[in-house]
């Protein structure tokens, strides 16, 4: 069975659906705070500019989730499924970013939960790429169980710290045992 890029998954805390072209205007209302970026290598994707061709490509992309808060329907940020390798029974997982209003709680953590419970009905690895001056976004993906692997160049050719987290790994450390997967692996 493909992989489905484009899943709706929905937690406690937020809601994850496809993105659409006209999620432009609120997805720019969170985007357009610089300290999201500081860390990042594209630094200014906070600038109208270059947010358009960031969203744009992202819709392109075909994998992007837009993430809503469940309590107010406010869009806080998105993520995205990438690079899907049937062969290694691998996806990556990135372009993650939330309103700093939703830093530090519980939203990353489901975010991400709901994408790896998702991606491993598929693949049995998540890989996430993280630029190495990303400490931020370092911690985040360390604090979901993420081990880092090596590192190779991201989409853009810049150098990035590859993580790791594997379907059993995700299953021992939610303390159940294996996830499911759909061709019984």
Do not use: C
Not at 56 to 70: M, V
Request: hydrophobic share 40%; glycine share 10%; no cysteine.
């Amino acid at each position: 069975m493909p992989f489905d890029l484009q899943p709706i998954l929905k937690g406690q805390f937020l809601e994850l659906r496809p993105l659409r072209a006209e999620d432009l205007h609120d997805l720019y209302a969170v985007a357009a705070d610089p300290l999201i970026w500081e860390q990042h290598p594209a630094k200014d994707r906070y600038k109208a500019e270059v947010f358009k061709a960031f969203f744009r490509e992202a819709l392109e992309s075909g994998g992007t989730l837009i993430a809503i808060d469940a309590k107010d329907g406010q869009v806080i940020g998105s993520s995205r499924f990438h690079g899907y390798d049937e062969e290694k029974s691998e996806i990556e997982i990135g372009w993650t970013f939330l309103a700093r209003s939703h830093w530090g709680g519980v939203y990353n953590g489901e975010m991400k939960q709901l994408m790896l419970r998702h991606a491993f009905r598929f693949v049995n690895i998540a890989i996430f790429l993280v630029g190495p001056q990303n400490l931020r976004s370092q911690r985040a993906v360390e604090k979901i169980g993420g081990v880092r692997v090596g590192s190779r160049p991201d989409t853009g050719g810049r150098n990035s710290f590859v993580y790791e987290i594997t379907a059993s790994a995700l299953a021992q450390q939610s303390g159940g045992g294996p996830l499911p997967h759909e061709d019984g692996r």
